[in-house]
């Protein structure tokens, strides 16, 4: 069974940084591509960015430059790195995973969520 476990979030001012943790059991991780998504109140939930087996990472318009994903391979987890956070970026952040012929949306897991706040 896929799990996936995310850890980090919380409040912050704009400006600030935030990290947040994702961790994947030993097949998902090195066998799945990984990602970021996030959804704000009254929205759709967006990607953010994602990762695959290979580590080659990529990234939607409106964090690149501020979100690095990363990984760590003893630990079996996935970073997002958040910077210079805004306003606009408050949202309930998930991971997830799916092979590599899989939709998100349709055939991925997810992680339980985390929220992120940032205030002006």
């Known amino acids: 069974q896929v799990q996936l476990v995310q850890s980090g979030g919380g409040s912050v001012q704009a400006g600030g940084s935030l990290k947040l943790s994702c961790a994947a059991s030993?097949?998902?991780?090195?066998?799945?591509?990984l990602g970021w998504f996030r959804q704000a109140p009254g929205k759709e939930r967006e990607a953010l960015a994602a990762i695959d087996p290979d580590g080659i990472t990529s990234y939607v318009g409106s964090v690149k430059g501020r979100f690095t994903i990363s990984r760590d391979n003893a630990r079996n987890t996935v970073y997002l790195e958040m910077n210079n956070l805004k306003p606009e970026d408050t949202a309930t952040y998930y991971c997830a995973a799916k092979d590599r012929d899989a939709d998100w949306y349709r055939g991925g897991s997810w992680g339980q969520g985390t929220q992120v706040n940032v205030s002006s």
């Open positions: 030993e097949y998902i991780y090195s066998n799945y591509y």
